[in-house]
Nanobody
Framework: QLQASGGGLVQAGGSLRLSCAAS????????MGWFRQAPGKEREVVASINWSGGRTYYADSVKDRFTISRDNAKNTAYLQMNSLKPEDTAVYLC????????????????WGQGTLVTVSS
C-alpha cells in the first residue's frame, strides 16, 4: 500500500515536498515513480528512481526543478519540487514497480491515491 502526501496550494516559484510512504518489508526492492494527471490530460511521468536510489529519470518538463529520492530505512520516497509553475498543477501519484523502474506507467504494479498540487500564478 502506498500513501502519498504533501500536496497543497503554493504560489508560482514556491516549493513543495511530496512523500510516498509504503507499507511492507520489501520497499527497498521496488523502483518508485511519481506521475501526475491534470484535469483533461493524460497521466504523465514526472520522475522515477531505482531500488537503490542510484539511478533516476526525470521528464524534461521538470528537470533541474524537481528531485526524486528515497529512504529505504523509512520505506518512503520523496519528490522535492522547486520553482513551481502553474502548469505543474495536477494530482500527483506515486507508484511502485516490482520488476524494475522507468517512465512507463504500465510498468508499475501498485499505485497510491494521489495528492493534489495547485500552483497559483
Amino acid at each position: 500500500q502506498l500513501q502519498a502526501s504533501g500536496g497543497g496550494l503554493v504560489q508560482a516559484g514556491g516549493s513543495l515536498r511530496l512523500s510516498c510512504a509504503a507499507s511492507g518489508r520489501t520497499f527497498s526492492r521496488y523502483g518508485m515513480g511519481w506521475f501526475r494527471q491534470a484535469p483533461g490530460k493524460e497521466r504523465e511521468v514526472v520522475a522515477s528512481i531505482n531500488w537503490s536510489g542510484g539511478r533516476t529519470y526525470y521528464a524534461d518538463s521538470v528537470k533541474d526543478r524537481f528531485t526524486i529520492s528515497r529512504d529505504n530505512a523509512k520505506n518512503t520516497a520523496y519528490l522535492q519540487m522547486n520553482s513551481l509553475k502553474p502548469e505543474d498543477t495536477a494530482v500527483y501519484l506515486c507508484a511502485a514497480d516490482l520488476s524494475g523502474w522507468g517512465s512507463l506507467s504500465t510498468s508499475y504494479d501498485y499505485w497510491g491515491q494521489g495528492t493534489l498540487v495547485t500552483v497559483s500564478s
